[in-house]
């Protein structure tokens, strides 16, 4: 029986690409993807300074455009800080929050993340809210308590219809930029712990509905065997990202679920 969520391949370009850069790489995966409907939703997420050349680039075509982060205020003596309504003025559809270089290097918690997540859905933003364990964690045998925990309050003071639309994305810490990839398998088990909390917090209905991606060193080369696993609905791609050919086939490839 086929999964009634529709995939979501969203590209996470990180502090690459001048504007320049980005239109052209925009440009270029649209030749390759070519005119074809596509099943799965590709989202593409240049930095801020990026953000209004690739909207222009993808405009009228299935690609939608991301940001890498927000603030949650609407406005404010918050400098160097972009607001959600600055995202929405250039046709950002989603916004990726909680992701753990954020949290590792510019102290983000599991509250900043919550407080982003409820200003995202104000402004009709698609959260992707990130979750994962460092190696450390893992090898201490804390993976699931980890991960449940950064899913409960990252969901605080939320409704299961706010929850049934947003994307989760686990990133284990440890693969990410290391040319480590999680099995596919424990990636699975994972990302239905995700599920699960989200069912036992909310409903079961909402729990069906919610996307849940894998991310960590996402390549070509493994992304078929992810995006067969019942339970990982696509794919938040770093480094492979950004180059045309590597992200083409990654959404080819993430297109037609097999679950």
């Given amino acids: 029986m086929s999964s009634p969520r529709r995939p979501v391949i969203a590209g996470n370009w990180k502090m690459h690409k001048t504007m320049a850069e980005a239109r052209d790489l925009s440009r270029a995966l649209l030749a390759q993807l070519g005119p074809a409907e596509l099943a799965a939703e590709v989202v593409l997420c240049p930095p801020f300074t990026a ?3 690739v909207s222009e680039s993808i405009r ?17 003596a918050f400098t160097g800080e972009i607001a959600p309504a600055m995202l929405v003025e250039l046709g950002v559809s989603h916004v990726i929050l909680g992701h753990s270089e954020r949290r590792q290097y510019f102290a983000e918690t599991d509250d900043t993340v919550a407080r982003k997540v409820e200003s995202a859905l104000a402004h009709q933003l698609i959260p992707i809210v990130c979750v994962g364990e460092t190696l450390t964690e893992r090898e201490g045998g804390l993976t699931d308590n980890v991960v449940i925990v ?3 309050r990252a969901l605080q003071g939320r409704t299961a219809e706010e929850v049934a639309g947003l994307v989760f994305a686990y990133e284990p810490v440890w693969a990410i ?20 909390t989200v069912g036992r917090l909310f409903t079961p209905a909402a729990a069906a509905a919610v996307r849940v991606q894998y991310g960590g060193s996402v390549k070509a080369e493994t992304i078929a065997e992810q995006m067969a696993q019942p339970h990982i609905d696509g794919a938040l791609v770093g ?11 990654i959404a080819r490839l993430g297109l037609i679920p097999t679950h």
């Avoid at 009228?60 to 404010?76: D, F, P, V």
């Avoid at 480590?180 to 995700?194: D, H, L, Q, S, W």
């Fill in 177 to 196: 930029g290391t040319g480590k990839t999680c099995e596919a398998g424990e990636a699975n088990r994972v990302c239905g712990i995700i599920r699960d």
């Fill in 239 to 249: 480094g492979a990202s950004l180059e045309a050919s590597s992200f083409a086939a």
């Fill in 60 to 76: 009228g075509t299935a690609l939608r455009l991301g940001a890498q982060n927000m603030h949650w205020q609407t406005h404010g």
């Fill in 51 to 53: 953000l209004a050349a």
């Fill in 150 to 152: 950064q899913v409960q």
